[in-house]
C-alpha cells in the first residue's frame, strides 16, 4: 500500500497532473479536455495554464488552441551532471564516426517504458536519416530497447517488461525474450527498421559492468555505392561503444533518462560520470 503524504500542495499537484498528461498525449489538447482529465474546473485549470505557458513549460499548438508539452523538462534532465558527463563522452566518439562511416548516430537511454534520444549526430553527406533529440519510442518496440533489456539483470528486465504491460502496450513477451537473447548472443543488434524501408538499424551498448546504461544506434541508410560497407561500419560502431563504455566510471547516480529504470543490484544502482581523459 503506498504511504500518503504528510503534506498536500493542491498547486503544484494540478500542475504536475498537468504536464504528466501533456506527456503521454502527441497530439494537442484544449484547456477543456485538460479540465476534463484533470478533474478540475476550468478556473482552476486556466491559471495554472498561463503560469506554465509563461514558464515555457507547455506552448499552444500552432493556429490552435490546444496545449502542448515543450522540451524545457527535458532540457532540464539533460542538465544532470550523470547525464551531461554520458553526452559529452560520447558526442566527440560520435562525431568521429559519423564522418568515417557517412551515417548518422543517436545516444539512447531507458526512460521507464520507454526509450528517449539524448544526443545525435547527422550524416556528414547530404542523405541520412534523422531522429529527432527527445524522441521517445516504447522499449519493446525499438532496437535500442531490444539492446538495452538484452544487458541488464535478469530481475531489472522482467521489471521493465512490467512497466510495459502495465502502461497499457501489447507484445509477445516469449518472443521478445528470444529476440533479447540472441543480442545479448551477439553483443549488438542488427534490424530493419519496420518504419522506413531502405533503412537497417545498427545498435551497440554502452556498458558499465556487463550492464547496459545507453546505446549508440547507427540507422544505416542503404545506398546504391556506399561509402563504406555496412559490416565495416557495424565494426566501427561496436568499437565506439566500446570505447565509450571504458571512458565511463561509476558515480552514485544513473545517467538513464529515469532513475526508476534502474536498481540492477547496488553495484549497478551506481552509474555513469565522465571519467576525463
Known amino acids: 500500500m503506498d504511504k500518503k503524504p504528510n503534506y498536500r500542495a493542491p498547486a503544484l499537484d494540478k500542475g504536475l497532473d498537468i504536464l504528466e498528461i501533456l506527456a503521454r498525449t502527441v497530439v494537442p489538447m484544449t484547456m477543456s479536455e485538460i479540465s476534463e482529465q484533470v478533474g478540475r474546473s476550468r478556473g482552476e485549470i486556466f491559471r495554472m495554464l498561463q503560469v506554465l505557458e509563461n514558464r515555457r513549460y507547455i506552448a499552444r499548438s500552432n493556429g490552435g488552441d490546444g496545449y502542448v508539452l515543450t522540451n ?166 561496436r568499437a565506439v561503444a566500446a570505447e565509450v563504455s571504458s571512458a565511463v566510471s561509476f558515480s552514485t547516480e544513473t545517467p538513464a533518462a529515469d532513475d526508476n529504470n534502474n536498481g540492477n543490484s547496488a553495484r549497478s544502482q551506481r552509474t555513469a560520470r565522465v571519467a576525463k581523459k
Open 72 to 237: 524545457k523538462l527535458f532540457l532540464l534532465g539533460m542538465e544532470r551532471p550523470p547525464v551531461k558527463g554520458l553526452v559529452e563522452t560520447a558526442l566527440p566518439a560520435m562525431h568521429r564516426l559519423a564522418d568515417e562511416i557517412w551515417q548518422p548516430c543517436h545516444l539512447v537511454v531507458a526512460s521507464q517504458e520507454h526509450i528517449v534520444v539524448i544526443a545525435r549526430v547527422d550524416a556528414p553527406g547530404d542523405l541520412g536519416f534523422v531522429v529527432r533529440i527527445g524522441h521517445r519510442r516504447p522499449l519493446v518496440d525499438s532496437t535500442s530497447g531490444l539492446v538495452l533489456l538484452a544487458f541488464q539483470a535478469n530481475e531489472v528486465r522482467q521489471r521493465w517488461l512490467d512497466q510495459v504491460e502495465a502502461s497499457g502496450i501489447s507484445y509477445d513477451r516469449p518472443s521478445l525474450l528470444k529476440r533479447v537473447a540472441q543480442v545479448h548472443a551477439k553483443g549488438y543488434a542488427q534490424v530493419p527498421s519496420h518504419l522506413v524501408a531502405g533503412v537497417i538499424d545498427l545498435c551497440a551498448p554502452i556498458q558499465q559492468h556487463d550492464v547496459a546504461i545507453a546505446t549508440i544506434t547507427v540507422p544505416f541508410l542503404k545506398r546504391e555505392q556506399p561509402r563504406i560497407a555496412m559490416a565495416e561500419s557495424l565494426e566501427k560502431l
